[in-house]
């Protein structure tokens, strides 16, 4: 059992300057990003989102293991996102203040927001989601809520949500 104990963890893989919709810079992403070779993006250039393209998704993977997921959805106005029930063995969630109702966890964050515009409303739900095992303990839900802030901003502009 040669070499077992003499691993080396490889370096955190480059982002590209920009990503998830145009949103993400590489340095708001990396602390997710852990360790790794190669990563990969999958993701629509932005977040358009209208009555025919209802849904939006990024994901970021390193050697083939998810680390970043993020996405957007649309529906028809009054229709309300569910969202799943908290799990009695997680740390309850926070508030967060943005939109209309918004939670963090220390895996991630969910916001959505009614959008009443002339010409067309709508609502709107964001998720951001990540892992988080190689972050320092106590640290996530503040990253969580910076994405979220900023997720929130571009969203806002990218969908239209409020244009007059």
């Not at 003499?6 to 992403?29: H, I, M, N, Y």
Request: with cysteine.
């Amino acid at each position: 059992m040669t070499g077992c104990g003499d691993e080396k963890k490889a370096a955190a893989p480059q982002l590209p300057e920009r990503t998830c919709f145009g949103v993400f810079t590489r340095s708001d992403l990396e602390p997710l990003m852990g360790y790794g070779e190669t990563v990969k993006v999958d993701s629509p250039v932005d977040l358009r989102l209208t009555a025919e393209r209802r849904g939006a998704t990024c994901n970021v993977y390193v050697d083939g293991r998810g680390r970043v997921l993020v996405s957007a959805t649309r529906q028809p106005l009054g229709q309300h996102f569910t969202w799943p029930p908290t799990d009695a063995n997680q740390p309850a969630p926070d508030p967060l203040p943005l939109g209309d109702k918004g939670l963090v966890r220390d895996t991630g964050a969910r916001v959505t927001l009614t959008c009443e515009g002339a010409k067309d409303s709508f609502e709107l739900e964001m998720v951001i989601s990540g892992s988080v095992e190689h972050m320092k303990p106590g640290t996530s839900r503040a990253l969580f809520t910076n994405l979220m802030t900023k997720y929130v901003d571009v969203a806002k502009q990218q969908t239209g949500c409020g244009s007059q």
